[in-house]
């Protein structure tokens, strides 16, 4: 058997130890895997390395991956996934895993309904707003990122009594921000999942102000008000005497090592995506819940998106007095 493996979409801490996994237990099972570079796109322009178990040694540590990874337009196209599944039977390819989310999965149900390939997903994405897992691999690394900058914005911001307006990455989900937010003791939280009150929050920000040296408001960048400028701004109109700043943490929440949380993560989800190929499954992404591999068909993960926890909200609000 040979199965093709690519990563997809938005690169995550972990996609590497995810790749390891596969390639190590699909040798402890006799069977080859064929690496894609650049996602889907590598599929399409037939650009792929047979890989051993020396070609994903010390990478486990390693943040990226060494597969690259695309965003593949090209894919979007019904002719261009028939291609692709040309290619791959060319290559007798018997089965693919794609390391990606919620885009890419998208694009393996449509290939895997569309041509009868055997397709396997693992979720690699730091947004953590997949169906069907606790977890996503890369999200514990992103989030620990944010606090690690925010734990140092904190510091300056108490030495000059400033506000600091913190955007973080979540354009549809706000999984990074609430918890990172919880963790680094932020006055406001705002998420897509829950309307902003911007009035609200600044007469909350007031009150916050008037017993504490330094205010951090951690904003998802999808948040329906609007990223940290407009926020910095609502505040700066409303409060003259305010020293606002804004800091952006941007591309560095994908980069940096994996913590251990998302390295083990992977290993299990990564052999779990071999398992779930011998096992003749398809179309579904291997997921762990209460600490148990699961399958969940693309359809239900990508479709019924995880939940935001209220219990989560409440606790931010509580805290933040």
Known sequence: MNIGLITSGGDAPGMN??????????????????????????ILDND??????????????????????????RFFEAENRKLAFENLKKNNIDALVVIGGDGSFTGAKLLSSETGM???????????????????????????????????????????????VVEVMGRDAGFIALRSGIAVGAEAILVPETTTYIEHLLERLQTRRESKSS??????????????????EAIKNRYAN?????????????????????????????????EAV?????????????KKVVHV???KAIKH??????????????LSV
């Open 48 to 73: 792929f390395v047979k890989m051993d178990a020396s070609s994903v040694g010390q990478i486990i540590q390693r943040g990226g991956t060494i597969l690259k990874t695309a965003r593949s337009k």
């Open 242 to 274: 305010f020293d606002v700043k804004v800091t952006k943490l941007g591309h560095i929440q994908r980069g940096g090592n994996p913590s251990a949380m998302d390295r083990v993560l992977a290993s299990f989800l990564g052999a779990g995506a071999v």
């Open 215 to 232: 205010v951090i408001v951690i904003v998802a960048e999808g948040d329906d008000f609007g990223g940290a400028q407009d926020v910095a």
């Open 118 to 164: 055997v397709v396997v997903g693992v979720p690699g994405t730091i947004d953590n707003d997949l169906y069907g897992t606790d977890f996503t691999i890369g999200y514990d690394t992103a989030i620990n990122t944010v606090v690690e900058a925010v734990d140092k914005i904190r510091d300056t911001a108490m030495s000059h009594d400033r506000v600091f």
């Open 297 to 299: 068909p693309f359809e």
């Open 305 to 318: 998106h995880q939940q935001i926890d209220g219990n989560l909200l409440k606790l931010a609000e509580m």
């Open 17 to 42: 130890a995810c790749v390891r996994a596969v390639v190590r237990s699909a040798i402890n099972n006799d069977i080859s895997v064929y690496g894609f570079y650049r996602g889907y796109e590598g």
């Open 278 to 290: 011998l096992e003749g499954k398809s179309g579904i992404m291997v997921g762990m819940e209460h």
